[in-house]
């Protein structure tokens, strides 16, 4: 029996939408609101933190490949904003 291998990167489109990674940092804010420890509430704030970083870099990622491997901040902002 010959198994496949699973597969070491993530495919689906949403990942790389940065909308997709800004709703999870919300989340992971209201998660932190609720809760009590101040060393959890710091945690989960550093992992919507850690969110937001994945959505600029869900942004860059398409515009490094039109642009031939480079890409303007304006550029990189406007598709994390959404305009």
Do not use: I
Not at 31 to 41: G, R, T, V
Not at 57 to 79: F, I, M, N, Q, Y
Request: with cysteine.
């Amino acid at each position: 029996m010959v198994r496949k291998r699973a597969r070491s990167t993530l495919t689906a489109p949403q990942f790389n939408d940065p909308k997709y990674w800004h709703q999870r940092a919300e989340e992971a804010r209201a998660m932190a609101k609720q809760m009590s420890s101040e060393l959890s509430k710091k945690m989960m704030l550093k992992v919507a933190d850690d969110y937001d970083g994945l959505a600029v870099k869900a942004a860059v990622r398409p515009l490094d490949e039109t642009k031939g491997g480079r890409c303007s901040v304006t550029a990189v902002a406007a598709s994390v904003s959404g305009t």
